[in-house]
């Protein structure tokens, strides 16, 4: 798996939270699952090295207390 280096810019909407670095899609390459904790929407971004290939956008979670298990 390709190491991820991730340099954030400025966020405007600071509930967005980074729960998860992985490879998703079983492609290689690391991923970021990001989980909005007053929404409980969940995003992955797709990546390409250090480029955003695609978002995806599985819904949201209503438990907002949900945790990421091993």
């Known amino acids: 798996m390709t190491p991820l280096l991730l340099i954030p810019g400025a966020v ?32 992955i971004w797709v990546m390409n090295g250090t480029t955003i290939s695609s978002v995806a956008g599985p819904g949201a979670v209503s438990d907002l207390n949900w945790q990421i298990k091993n």
Request: hydrophobic residues 45%.
């Open 12 to 43: 405007s909407d600071l509930g967005w939270q980074i729960k998860a670095v992985g490879d998703f899609n079983a492609d290689g390459m690391s991923g970021v699952l990001w989980h909005h904790a007053t929404t409980g929407q969940v995003a």
